[in-house]
């Protein structure tokens, strides 16, 4: 199985070829594009430079031997603004999938819409989202990508706590892929977001099955916080969620969002603490292999 980490945090400290170099150096196999930079108007994929720097990226990340395996497209946006979607947020979702092209990644995670609350509008939040994503698929297909809906969770307003969000029980996540019904769209389950709102991870993966379910976001929690941090170092049952992903055969990537981990550590150390996140990886992949041996 492939390993790959989302390079936000380190694109932070070392810029973006910087950072292609440190995760090359560590081990990894590929890397996951982050581009929640777009959120900011003036950064350089939101500007006609766009395609140079996303070929630059590339060409660097071919030199040292480094693929892009996914990426994932912004997702904060000023949602006060009542023209903000057609001005900013869908634009940049169009754009997005082009980056993702550019690097050679095949697969682009795509948060749903779910800026307004869920409770007592799940249905209307379904069917915005079909009209969303459906309007993508054009895009899509053009770019060669595939769409990756991810599982979420939000704010109740009242109580101040986690509560339900799109796709973020493992029962309606398959519903919202199901109806889509094309292969462009598929799942990434983020596996931390799980918890949040009381499932399992290895359920969820059971449920959404080996057809849906084709990118991982990869991270451990304590249940009642968004911490994004590395495996083993929270509550998260790491053993069942590889004996699940074998269960499934479950053949895609293996991608971190961990990148929590990383700011705790000096810059010149931070290296030694990626080559880790590697290593940690790799580890849970040889207990997949292991499932793997014992399923046949």
Not at 4 to 14: E, F, K
Not at 223 to 238: A, E, I, Q
Not at 247 to 276: R, S
């Amino acid at each position: 199985m492939i390993l790959s980490s989302q390079n936000g945090n380190l694109v932070a400290t070392y810029g973006q070829e910087g950072a292609i170099d440190v995760m090359k150096a560590a081990g990894y196999d590929a890397i996951d594009m982050s581009l929640f930079c777009m959120s900011n108007d003036a950064d350089i994929f939101n500007s006609d430079a766009y395609k140079t720097r996303a070929l630059e990226i590339k060409a660097h990340a071919d030199k040292v031997g480094i693929p892009f395996n996914q990426s994932h497209v912004p997702f904060t946006f000023n949602w006060k603004n009542p023209n903000e979607y057609e001005e900013r947020f869908f634009p940049r979702q169009i754009r997005g999938l082009e980056i993702t092209a550019l690097v050679g990644a095949k697969i682009a995670i795509v948060h749903p819409i779910h800026y307004f609350e869920y409770k007592g509008h799940e249905e209307e939040m379904f069917e915005r989202n079909m009209e969303f994503y459906r309007s993508l698929l054009p895009y899509a297909k053009e770019y060669d990508v595939k769409i990756a809906l991810e599982n979420m969770w939000q704010i109740d307003r009242k109580r101040k706590i986690i509560s339900d969000d799109a796709c973020s029980r493992a029962v309606d996540f398959a519903r919202y892929v199901d109806a889509l019904d094309d292969e462009h769209f598929v799942a990434c389950l983020d596996l931390g977001h799980c918890g949040l709102i009381g499932e399992e991870a290895q359920d969820a993966i059971r449920i959404l099955g080996h057809d849906r379910l084709k990118a991982l976001h990869v991270h451990d929690n304590d249940y009642r916080s968004d911490v994004h941090t590395l495996p083993f170092l929270s509550h998260m049952d790491w053993e069942e969620i590889m004996k699940a992903l074998a269960d499934i055969k479950y053949d895609g990537e293996f991608t971190f969002e961990a990148d929590n981990f990383l700011p705790h550590f000096p810059k010149d150390f931070k290296p030694a603490a990626v080559k880790f996140m590697v290593e940690t990886g790799r580890y849970l992949i040889s207990r997949y292999d292991h499932y793997i041996d014992q399923n046949n």
